[in-house]
Each structure stands twice: as C-alpha cells, then as structure tokens.
T-cell receptor
C-alpha cells in the first residue's frame, strides 16, 4: 500500500515567518495534490503538481514536486493568521486511489 | 462550493443501527470516492466507483457497503454501527477514473455520531 507521510504534524509559527511542510511518499508517482482543511469543513484543493520539478504558487503558498526523491514541499512565506488550517498532501497512483498524508495542523500566531 | 452534495450533514444514531449516506457528484463527474475522517485514523480511503462500477477498495469494513447508481449518485451504507464508527464521512468526485491528474473535489461531509 502506498504510504504518504507529512512532517511536521503540528506547526505553530509566528506571523511574518517562513516555513516548509514536507510530504514524502513511498511509491512512484508524478501526481501530487495539496489540500487545505479548516476545522470541521471540507477539503479545498490548493495545488496539483503533475511532473518532476513542477512548482506552483498562489499567494503566500508555493508547492513543488521532486518525483525522484518522492518528495513534495509546501512553502509558506510571511505567514498570516488566515493560513491557519490543516494541510494535506495526496498522491494519485495508477490504481485509481488518492492516498492522503497525515495532515499538518498549522497555527499562525500574531 | 465544490459542487459535490452530501446528505445528511449531521446524523446521530445508536449502536447496532444502520444508516445511509448519500452523495451527488459534480455535474459531469463519473468517479465517486468515499473517505472516513476521524481524529485517530486521519483521512482513510474507503472505496471508489466509476460510472457505476467499483474501481478501488481501501480500508472499508465488511459492515460498510456502497454503490453508485445509473444517475451517478452514490450511497454509503453503514450497518451494525459501533461507537468507533463516529467520524466525518466525505464524498469526493472527479471526471475520470483516476490516474489522470484531475484533482478530486470534496463535499461538505456527513458527520456521524454513534451513541
């Protein structure tokens, strides 16, 4: 079974600081997805990364994919309170399944 | 609004009972996924249907079953409920059967509480 691991699991950071969330997965895939979830809410799609070296940016978030290392990163620049949420990465294998990581709970402190 | 509709939003039921959760995918989406989210297990893939046929099965208990109907809506049936089945159940949909790089879109979820 494909395994997807994220770290850290919990992240508390001050406003204005930068940080990176890491997503490692255990099998070959060139499709990686990032989602955001607010408490008790649905999952919102943030990024879709479809090839080695893919980089996508939206506002203060930037995601990248290294398929050779089986690693994706979600970089947060100059964090603001509105970014507080849980972030999930997911990998889509050829078996039609989306495997989600454990999630990273981010709290941005004023 | 993702376009994926789930009902009911909240459900409280007793142990041993059976419930049915319903999902209408986005217009044009043929694939439906069911996920269970609980505090201790995270987001667990249960099962996937594509155009009425089961395509992939994850960590779905034998007490649980699902189906996708000709109009593409899907139902997840949970029976002989236990306290540990209390969770948020998500339905998600996408246009293809998977593996194509299309993201999947999630509904708002159905909160199930077993008492």
């Amino acid at each position: 079974e494909l395994k997807v691991e994220q770290n850290p699991l919990f992240l508390s950071m001050q406003e204005g600081k930068n940080y990176t969330i890491y997503c490692n997965y255990s099998t070959t895939s060139d499709r990686l997805y990032w989602y955001r979830q607010d408490p008790g809410k649905s999952l919102e799609s943030l990024f879709v990364l479809l090839s080695n070296g893919a980089v996508k940016q939206e506002g203060r978030l930037m995601a990248s994919l290294d398929t050779k290392a089986r690693l994706s990163t979600l970089h947060i620049t100059a964090a603001v309170h509105d970014l507080s949420a849980t972030y999930f990465c997911a990998v889509d294998n050829t078996g039609n399944q989306f495997y989600f990581g454990t999630g990273t709970s981010l709290t941005v402190i004023p | 609004d993702s376009g994926v509709t789930q009902t009911p939003k909240h459900l409280i039921t007793a142990t041993g009972q059976r419930v049915t959760l319903r999902c209408s995918p986005r217009s044009g989406d043929l694939s439906v996924y069911w996920y269970q989210q609980s505090l201790d297990q995270g987001l667990q893939f249960l099962i996937q249907y594509y155009n009425g046929e089961e395509r992939a099965k994850g960590n779905i208990l034998e007490r649980f079953s699902a189906q996708q109907f000709p109009d593409l809506h899907s139902e997840l049936n949970l029976s002989s409920l236990e306290l540990g089945d209390s969770a948020l159940y998500f339905c998600a949909s996408t246009r293809t059967s998977g593996g194509s790089g299309n993201t999947i879109y999630f509904g708002e979820g159905s909160w199930l509480t077993v008492v």
